[in-house]
């Protein structure tokens, strides 16, 4: 019988070299588990509103003004919704051709791009050019269309921090380009290494693969360096999987740089930009709710508005929640058996690393499993928390890490870090050999450790590089 079209062997071989692990075999069978009446806790995937998170108020009034115009015309709208709201949505409402069912300019809205084009120059000090800016529905889309622009063939390659998020090796596979690693040091707080980043560049190249000029992604927004050779550098800040903040001097230019020629052009960067537009017009527009969502974070209400106290009260409480989370789950997994973790600094994500006895290894491979997979499958099975294996993420040979959200709800965090310390202990007694380990003082209590030192977690919870994290 002949194959058919969309037989597995007929697929697009780079399609099927795409994994996605936060989705993947882990997120599966949770949803598997859920279906036979488990309680699962998701917490593979950065989904605050999922988890109970409440929405920002103002955002979801102006929004709500927008999706139903019509509330505008009722004389009692302004019993229901405050007055800086109604003078939001009249405000986005007035920059469309009709409204939120109407597309807009493929780069999103002129009067929103100009919206953050200002927010860019308030925080960063410099001039931005609302025409160079394009809006996306998610970051994501923004950072495959990006790629999808600048990668050829294998011979374009793209540095990319290890651990990643695998969006990226996963549209670098797609696309048909070269994944090139280049590992942060754990033991530097998840910094970058200098050493590495050039050992990278310099073993890339002697294979032919083309790394000229510095892309980097940072906060969720991408930034593009153009030269007559475009290739790409990744800088994802705040980390993700690892939740650390660069340092400031991670992120200088002569930190970087001696290791990646910058060759600067203005015509074949304005040539980008056409050839972007051609790109992103395909998809017509960004969702132009997303965008007026985009606006209303980049500018929010102001000292004076109706809206202001309970706006910067309501951002302020889940900032705060967010940093007790944090210290929450990170002084659980230190105080767990053989698991070591850095402080959560910037982003929703711990990224703890499991220290395996041999024998789980071995257990491991006998059961066709990656250790660290095998690891979070038993967790899954025995608490029902759906984390995500480190291997998902690229890590260094023989270590194993898990990530996870710090999102469950503050009231819950405390039992579900009782679980998984339970289920800790139970999953090294079984497997451990003693004598790799030792003992170590926390707080005046003795507990197992790996030899492994990590960096100091005591840090306190950084927001992201921008004015308000996207609570909306």
């Not at 994501?140 to 294998?154: D, E, H, K």
């Not at 992120?251 to 992103?280: C, G, S, V």
């Amino acid at each position: 019988m002949s194959s058919k079209s969309l037989d597995y062997e007929n697929l697009n071989e780079n399609v099927k070299k795409c994994q996605y692990a936060v989705r993947g075999e882990l997120y599966l069978r949770a949803s598997e588990l859920q279906k036979e009446g488990k309680k699962i806790i998701f917490t593979n995937v950065g989904n605050p509103h999922a988890l109970g998170q409440k929405p920002l108020t103002f955002p979801r009034q102006v929004v709500a003004l927008c999706q139903a115009p019509f509330l505008l015309d009722d004389p009692n709208v302004g019993l229901v919704f405050p007055a800086d709201a109604i003078a939001r949505a009249k405000h986005y409402l007035s920059m469309t051709s009709g409204g939120l069912g109407a597309y807009s300019d493929s780069r999103g809205l002129p009067g929103i791009r100009k919206e953050v084009a200002e927010f860019i120059e308030r925080r960063d000090g410099y001039p931005s050019d609302p025409e160079l800016i394009f809006l996306t529905g998610g970051a994501s889309i923004g950072v495959m269309q990006i790629l999808n622009t600048i990668i050829r063939g294998a011979h374009d390659g793209i540095l990319v921090p290890v651990p990643q998020y695998p969006l990226y090796s996963a549209t670098i596979s797609l696309l048909g380009g070269s994944f090139v690693p280049y590992y942060l040091e754990e033991t530097a707080n998840w910094g970058l290494d200098i050493g590495n980043l050039r050992q990278s560049v310099t073993q890339a190249r002697s294979q032919g693969i083309t790394i000229s000029v510095l892309n980097v992604a940072l906060a969720y927004l991408v930034y593009l360096c153009i030269c007559d050779k475009v290739r790409a550098m990744v800088i994802i800040n705040p980390g993700n999987p690892t939740g650390q903040c660069l340092s400031e001097a991670n992120l200088k230019k002569d930190t970087i740089t001696p290791y990646i020629e910058i060759l600067f052009n203005a015509h074949p960067f304005m040539l980008l930009q056409w050839r972007r537009y051609t790109r992103f017009s395909i998809s017509l527009s960004p969702n132009v709710s997303g965008q007026i969502f985009m606006g209303l974070m980049v500018s929010p209400p102001k000292p004076g508005d109706i809206s202001y106290e309970r706006y910067v009260r309501e951002s302020k409480g889940i900032l705060e929640s967010l940093r007790r989370r944090a210290r929450i789950m990170t002084d659980g997994f230190n105080s767990c058996r053989n698991v070591v973790c850095n402080f959560t600094e910037g982003a929703m994500y711990s990224f703890p690393q499991i220290r395996l006895p041999p024998k789980a290894i071995e257990a491991a491979k006998s059961a066709g499993k990656v250790a660290d997979v095998f690891y979070c499958l038993k967790l899954l099975e025995a608490t029902g928390i759906s984390t995500v294996p480190g291997s998902g993420f690229g890590q260094k040979e023989g270590v194993f890490h898990l990530r996870t959200t710090i999102l469950p709800a503050e009231e819950d965090m405390p039992a579900i870090m009782a679980s998984f310390n339970k289920f800790n202990d139970e999953f090294m007694e079984q497997y451990e050999t003693r004598g790799l380990f030792k003992d170590v003082k926390r707080n005046g209590e003795t507990s197992t450790c790996c030899l492994h030192k990590l960096a100091s977690p005591e840090k306190q919870l950084a927001s992201p590089p921008s004015l308000i994290p996207t609570f909306m």
